[in-house]
């Protein structure tokens, strides 16, 4: 398990796991009213009031929660957000309504799920043409499925 030093300033208990094997942790939208409406289409950036300070080699991830989508047609927009390992403010969650009604965020409601995952940079290494493979440059679809 790693260790990541965070910051609460909201009015909602520390994030959780929900069960042993739960990969995602929920954010709930620490709001300064009892909440706001999403037409359609319509996108915000919702406070967490969580900071966090990851350690080098991880990330955050904050992704869309499946019964905000089913339910009501909420997504994360930029799907999965990235909190990089350097980055110390505060975590934002940038909620779009892909329905076509109107959608009432409260505040206090879970409203994303954050997954910490490792990471690798890549060193470029310039070259000429690439291996072959089976595949080769077939884009969607061209493996049958």
């Not at 969580?50 to 992704?63: D, K, M, N, P, S």
């Not at 892909?98 to 879970?110: A, C, K, P, Q, T």
Request: charged share 25%; no cysteine.
């Amino acid at each position: 398990m790693q260790k990541i030093q965070i910051v609460n300033k909201s009015k909602y208990p520390l994030p959780e796991y929900k069960t042993k094997d739960s990969a995602g942790v929920d954010l709930h939208a620490n709001l300064d009213v009892d909440g706001f409406t999403l037409k359609p289409l319509e996108r915000k950036l919702v406070p967490t009031g969580i900071y966090i300070a990851l350690t080098e080699g991880f990330e955050a991830q904050v992704r869309p929660r499946s019964g905000m989508a089913l339910k009501k047609g909420i997504s994360v927009l930029n799907a999965p957000g990235t909190i990089d390992a350097d980055y110390r403010g505060e975590i934002g969650v940038i909620l779009v309504n892909l329905s076509n009604e109107e959608v009432y965020i409260e505040d206090g409601e879970r409203v994303a799920q954050l997954v910490i995952a490792k990471y690798t940079q890549a060193d470029w290494e310039v070259v000429e043409s690439l291996s072959e493979t089976v595949r080769g440059a077939g884009g969607f679809g061209s493996t049958g499925f």
